[in-house]
Nanobody, 122 residues
Framework: VQLQASGGGLVQPGGSLRPSCAASGRTFSMYAMGWFRQAPGKEREFVAAIRWRDGVTIYTSSVKGRFTISRDNAKNTVYLQMNSLKPEDTAVYYC????????????????WGQGTQVTVSS
């Protein structure tokens, strides 16, 4: 499975972005996809995940009510709608695919995209 993330950028506080992650290859084997982020000097952290077969979602508490993860099965693409962005959301955002689990643990994901930079600043 290959993952290609895009759609990051620079936005003012309170603004919105919608990065996407397109999967190719053995996409039929994916069980879940997730988004993680890593800010400078910090460890990578879980943001959101979606179970591919039924669209069930999970979020980290700091983004609940502001971020929405969704998928387009026909396009093998997952999206992260980010609203009400805050400076503390600034990070490189990575998408990942898990073949077996629906997890918040990054070390359980099998494939990773290259990351897309999100910067929230005035």
């Amino acid at each position: 499975v290959q993952l290609q993330a895009s759609g990051g950028g620079l936005v003012q506080p309170g603004g919105s972005l919608r990065p996407s992650c397109a999967a190719s290859g053995r996409t039929f084997s994916m069980y879940a996809m997730g988004w993680f982020r890593q800010a400078p000097g910090k460890e990578r952290e879980f943001v959101a995940a979606i179970r591919w077969r039924d669209g069930v979602t999970i979020y980290t508490s700091s983004v609940k009510g502001r971020f929405t993860i969704s998928r387009d099965n026909a396009k093998n693409t997952v999206y992260l709608q980010m609203n009400s962005l805050k400076p503390e959301d600034t990070a490189v955002y990575y998408c990942a695919a898990d073949l077996l689990r629906f997890s918040t643990a990054g070390n359980e994901y099998d494939y990773w995209g290259q990351g897309t930079q999100v910067t929230v600043s005035s």
